[in-house]
Every structure is written in structure tokens, then in C-alpha cells.
């Protein structure tokens, strides 16, 4: 019998190709942020809130990236996004692999900033680096102030957490200052913003920390 | 949750170590995996039967699994403990300083080949 050992971790491949994509696009200039969340949190709406506020200054892109359909794809297009729309074909997140591909698609020369709309899914996209700069995980008030407990990782992989639907606050028994100390215990160094995808309100100051992180680049 | 999702990895790889070596059967595999990593034996199982046969070299591989004891640290009181009986919350001080120190694996071990009799 012949055996060969490997010792081999499972996400070494993945993380050597994601360190790969992030010193490309940091050389080119290019910021990339991954957004992670649930299914329903408001993603879509906030990348079109963020294109908006962006728009004049920087060109973005959004590889969105779903189980099936390309609605979002189209609602990115819409308001102003160049996007592409890519099928998982049943994986439940992005890997960095799917993300080079995804980028290649796209074409990136004519793009400063872009977004990866990752699966609606707040368990695997956390294990798998996708070669962003920044993570962004969105958080909504519907879903409650327990889901960093829950599912503690996609909270301490990210460098913001959004606390989206804050207009609905009064319906829902979210306590914002809870879900925040959550937070925090598990990532010290993650930002927190509330905002309102919806009504447009609360998007200074992610704005400005994009801008600033596209200039540090 | 994403068994499917790291059992394409497992084929990948090993499809290419055994290209690497000259080899065009693999009989075995070994994964190492921890208690914490999220991962289910038997639905990794179910995966690997069905994944395994989108490759000539895998298509008989047998899966083994080594499950990896989960332990953490009390940064309070400086000893490890057992992660799955007691969570964050260290037994000896109820610290909740506390961070993982293994049990997070998901490592290809080894593979197989068996002799040809």
C-alpha cells in the first residue's frame, strides 16, 4: 500500500488565490468590498444607496452573485453600476476563484471600486476569503439584535457591520445598543453605522470611510 | 453547511496530488477534521459519495474522517479546556477571556492507494 501524507488545509488554496486578487487590485488602485448578509437584509438597496452617494467621484462595480435569476443585476444597472450578474450553481458563497472569474467577466479598467454581493447567507461566505479589502456584513432590524451571537463569525471577519432598516426600529424589538456590545465583544476593531437603506439616511459615514480607504490604496 | 462546497476543494486537490505522483486511482483519503469547523461527518459523506464520481481518479475513493478534539484557552487563568463541553466560558475560573486553540481544522490528511494484487 502506498501512502501519501499531505497535511494540507482545505482553504490554503483559497486564501493564497484571494492574497493574489487583493495585491492586484491594490496595485491597480482598486478597492473591492465584499458584503455579506442574510437573504432579505437590504443588500441590493444599500449598493444602490452607496453607488449614488459615489457617483461623479468613483466608478463602481458589483459582481452579485446569487444561487439563480439576475434581478439584482439589473437593479445595480439601473441605478448607475456597471454589473454582472453570477450563478453559484448551488454553492452557497463566493470563493475566491469564483470572484477572479467573476472580475475577468466583468472587466475591471474602466471600474475604481467594486462590490461583491455575496450569497444571501450569513454561515459560509465567512469561511472563505474572497480577496476584498474590506468585509461589510449588513445586519437588519428584522432579522434581531441576536444574530451576532448566532452566527458569530461573518461578524468578527468584518471591518463594518451596517445596521440596516433602522426606519423600522418601532415595529421590532431590536435593541441597538445590545447588538452593537455583541458585536464588539467578538471584533473590538469593527465599525458600526446605522442606516436606512430605504430613506436614504445614515450613509455619511460609511461613505467617507470608503473614500478614505480608496485613497489609502 | 457548505459540505458541498469544501468536498469540490477535496476532489481538487487530491485529483491533483495524485496527477503530481503519476497515480490514476486513489482508494482512500483521510481528512482531519475538527469539532468546531462547521462541518457534518455524514452529510460530508453523502457529499464525497456523489462528488467523488465527477472524477476518474476519485470515483472509488473511500472517505475516513478523523474528527480533532476542540480546545480552548483561558486567557484569566492561563489552562485549555474542552470547547464543546464549556463554550467561552472557562470551568476552572469562569473567565470569558477565551479563544480556540484547535478544532478548527479541515486538513487532507493522507491518501491511499492500495497494492494491486
Known amino acids: 500500500m502506498t501512502i501519501l501524507e499531505l497535511k494540507q488545509n482545505i482553504f490554503k488554496e483559497n486564501e493564497v488565490t484571494a492574497d493574489g486578487i487583493r495585491k492586484e487590485l491594490k496595485d491597480k488602485s482598486k478597492l473591492m468590498i465584499n458584503v455579506m448578509s442574510s437573504p432579505g437584509s437590504g443588500k441590493t438597496t444599500t449598493l444602490c444607496r452607496i453607488i449614488e452617494a459615489l457617483s461623479g467621484k468613483y466608478r463602481v462595480a458589483v459582481l452579485e452573485c446569487d444561487i439563480d435569476a439576475s434581478v439584482d443585476a439589473e437593479t445595480i444597472a439601473k441605478n448607475g453600476g456597471k454589473a454582472i450578474q453570477l450563478h453559484t450553481g448551488g454553492m452557497c458563497h463566493m470563493d475566491a476563484a469564483m470572484t477572479k472569474q467573476g472580475l475577468d467577466a466583468l472587466g475591471i479598467d474602466d471600474v475604481d471600486i467594486i462590490f461583491i454581493e455575496n450569497v444571501g447567507n450569513l454561515v459560509c461566505p465567512a469561511e472563505f476569503d474572497t480577496g476584498a479589502h474590506i468585509n461589510l456584513t449588513i445586519l437588519s432590524v428584522p432579522e434581531g439584535d441576536d444574530k451576532p451571537a448566532k452566527y458569530p463569525l461573518v461578524y468578527q471577519v468584518s471591518d463594518v457591520v451596517l445596521f440596516n432598516k433602522i426606519d423600522a426600529m418601532e415595529v421590532f424589538d431590536f435593541d441597538i445598543e445590545l447588538a452593537k456590545e455583541r458585536i464588539l465583544t467578538l471584533n473590538s476593531n469593527a465599525l458600526v453605522f446605522p442606516v436606512s437603506a430605504k430613506n436614504k439616511e445614515g450613509f455619511e459615514p460609511l461613505i467617507s470611510y470608503i473614500i478614505k480607504k480608496c485613497e489609502e490604496l | ?117
Open chain 2, 1 to 117: 453547511m457548505h459540505e458541498l462546497g469544501v468536498t469540490f476543494y477535496v476532489v481538487r486537490d487530491v485529483k491533483k496530488v495524485a496527477e503530481e505522483n503519476g497515480i490514476d486511482r486513489i482508494d482512500f483519503v483521510t481528512l482531519e477534521i475538527g469539532e468546531v469547523s462547521g462541518v457534518i461527518n455524514e452529510q460530508l459523506t453523502d457529499c464525497w459519495n456523489w462528488a467523488r464520481k465527477k472524477e476518474k481518479v476519485t470515483e472509488n475513493t473511500e472517505l475516513i474522517i478523523e474528527n480533532l478534539e476542540a480546545v480552548s484557552f483561558c486567557e484569566c487563568c492561563q489552562r485549555e479546556f474542552g470547547t464543546i463541553d464549556y463554550g467561552k466560558t472557562c470551568p476552572y475560573c469562569g473567565g470569558g477571556n477565551t479563544y480556540l486553540l484547535r478544532g478548527n481544522e479541515f486538513n487532507i490528511k493522507e491518501i491511499g492507494v492500495y497494492d494491486n494484487t
